[in-house]
């Protein structure tokens, strides 16, 4: 970036979308830290260091960092058993074993994560989040509520009668607020309107509801000093396990939102140097009394959406909610629990991904089996018990696939002269029309390297046609891939056309939803169709 420059005009788009992240960032990290079951101050710390950090060194020009979701059930476990000292050691260590994969080039590995597992466990979180919510979404009181998904609905069933219809009421706003402002402005976040409106009507009608003073004091106004609890063998090997989920997650999660910036902005992430950044990021944040921190998918999408294409504007949001916390951190003890609830509910349902979870429940039995298992899993015992026994069942399964997928073909006179009739219709191809052909199974591994071939290409055609006669199966990542590469093309104004679509796998189309970003008229059985369409469609 430094050698490319950057004119005054970028500078002023990136320093306006670093703010504008900055006040989105605001009541999320509170709302993560509270709901992780430490002080909310802790959430602040963690999106200011990490921010700054995982923005400066990233291997993204455009990854906001901070605290997220999904790392709202590992730290909620790990403080319950080990307490805030507890986690503090995890996240220092799961630092250093993030920086280790990173130069380890494991990076490049990760990408390998079959999406079915990610939707299953990001399901799975959202559905726990959800559930830690319900206290404060319907102002039951509860001092202490248990971490087992069972137990926890049974306590809310059973003090149903202390609810509370003022916190109701807030939190059905907040929710409803926190959707629906985008339809009216997008100059402003719905939370932050939730948030400030919610604060005001308790604060000067005095409603019976919790607070965050009432809940956990004052918020500090500055970042304490740099401190790390003392570290011994037995604690040391007592955490490990909690390190590894906590490294194993944040890495995923943070590639996962390079991926997809990338996407937006036609970029490509340095997959390994953002495992480095995210590494060093964890370890400040421990030793400045933080939380776990990774890439953040819907901050980095808001960033890119206002402008955002450098890393100053991910400093500037850590810069801005650095100066929130000094000047304005006494008000934010006013905010109303419910409030905060209502905003997780939404951030819940956000991660839930039910509409590829409902996609996926349509697609191939295999990946079937992998969703359930990784999701129920991590609803019911334990995510980093849901994530090992998810990725050896995809190894298992995919195994097993390849195996079903080999294939003995007696070469003949007769395909030989298929082949060349094929050689043949190659000369009708326009000189603008470019032609890919896929030979093997698209499956997760496979699926990201077919992605980055037809992404990446350096022509500029005005047609694409992608030839599938040779596909034995695709599955739920190979069809989030291929998806992906169509929207990409169609953004670019280029026309796609997919060859050699057989009736089985028309039908598979259907099933994963393909039809939804390709109008089935550009689905054809043969080439020759295919070249045609093409033709027609660039000189129309």
Not at 180 to 196: D, H, W
Request: net charge neutral.
């Amino acid at each position: 970036m430094l050698q490319e420059g950057i004119s005054w005009a970028q500078l002023r788009q990136e320093l306006v979308a670093g703010l504008i992240v900055g006040i989105v960032a605001l009541p999320l990290a509170i709302a993560f830290a509270i709901a992780s079951g430490v002080s909310p101050e802790k959430g602040l710390v963690t999106a200011i260091v990490a921010g700054i950090i995982i923005s400066t060194f990233g291997g993204s020009r455009v990854q906001i960092g901070g605290p997220t979701g999904a790392f709202i059930v590992i730290v909620y476990g790990v403080v319950q058993e080990y307490g805030v000292d507890g986690l503090t050691i995890a996240t220092f260590l799961a630092g250093f074993i993030i920086i280790g994969m990173g130069l380890a080039h494991l990076g490049d590995l990760l990408k390998f994560i079959p999406y079915s597992l990610i939707v299953g466990f990001t399901s799975g979180i959202a559905l726990i989040i959800f559930s830690s919510q319900v206290n404060d979404f319907m102002g039951l009181h509860l001092s202490k509520v248990p971490a087992d998904f069972v137990a926890k609905w049974q306590l809310y069933f059973s003090a149903a009668n202390k609810l509370n219809g003022y916190a109701v009421a807030i939190s059905v706003l907040t929710v409803l607020t926190t959707r629906y402002t985008s339809a009216l402005t997008n100059k402003l976040p719905g939370s932050l309107v939730a948030i400030v409106l919610a604060t005001l009507a308790v604060h000067f009608w005095a409603l019976p509801v919790d607070t965050i003073a009432s809940n956990f004091g004052e918020i500090p106004n500055h970042l304490s000093l740099p401190h790390l609890p003392h570290l011994d063998f037995a604690t040391v090997r007592a955490l490990l396990p909690a390190a590894i989920a906590i490294a194993l997650l944040g890495s995923i999660e943070s590639l996962l939102s390079a991926t997809v910036a990338d996407g937006m902005i036609g970029g490509q992430h340095r997959p390994n140097m953002e495992l480095v950044a995210q590494g060093v990021a964890n370890i400040a944040t421990a030793i400045f009394g933080g939380i776990p921190a990774t890439g953040a998918i819907a901050r980095t999408a808001t960033n890119v959406k206002n402008g955002g294409r450098t890393p100053i504007a991910g400093i500037a949001h850590a810069l801005v909610l650095l100066s929130i916390m000094l000047l304005f951190a006494p008000y934010a003890k006013l905010i109303p629990m419910p409030c905060l609830a209502g905003i997780l509910v939404v951030v819940a349902y956000n991660m839930s991904e039910w509409r590829q979870f409902r996609s996926l429940l349509r697609g191939n039995r295999m990946d079937i089996i992998i969703l359930l298992t990784t999701f129920f899993l991590t609803v019911f015992f334990d995510l980093i018990l849901a994530i090992e026994v998810g990725i050896v069942l995809s190894s298992l399964l995919f195994m097993k696939r390849m195996s079903e997928s080999v294939d003995i073909e007696t070469i003949t006179l007769d395909s030989r002269d298929q082949e060349y009739l094929f050689e043949r219709e190659l000369q009708n191809l326009p000189p603008n029309v470019l032609l890919y052909e896929i030979n093997g199974p698209l499956f997760f591994g496979a699926a990201r390297q077919f992605q980055e071939t037809l992404i990446n290409t350096n022509a500029k055609p005005q047609a694409i046609i992608i030839r599938m006669r040779y596909i034995p199966l695709i599955d739920a990542t190979g069809y989030q891939s291929l998806k992906e590469i169509i929207k990409s093309y169609q953004a670019r104004k280029i026309k796609v056309i997919l060859s050699g679509v057989s009736e089985k796998l028309a039908q598979d189309f259907a099933r994963n939803g393909l039809f939804t970003v390709i109008d089935e008229a550009f689905v054809l059985p043969d080439i020759q169709q295919a070249i045609e369409k093409a033709a027609a469609a660039i000189s129309s």
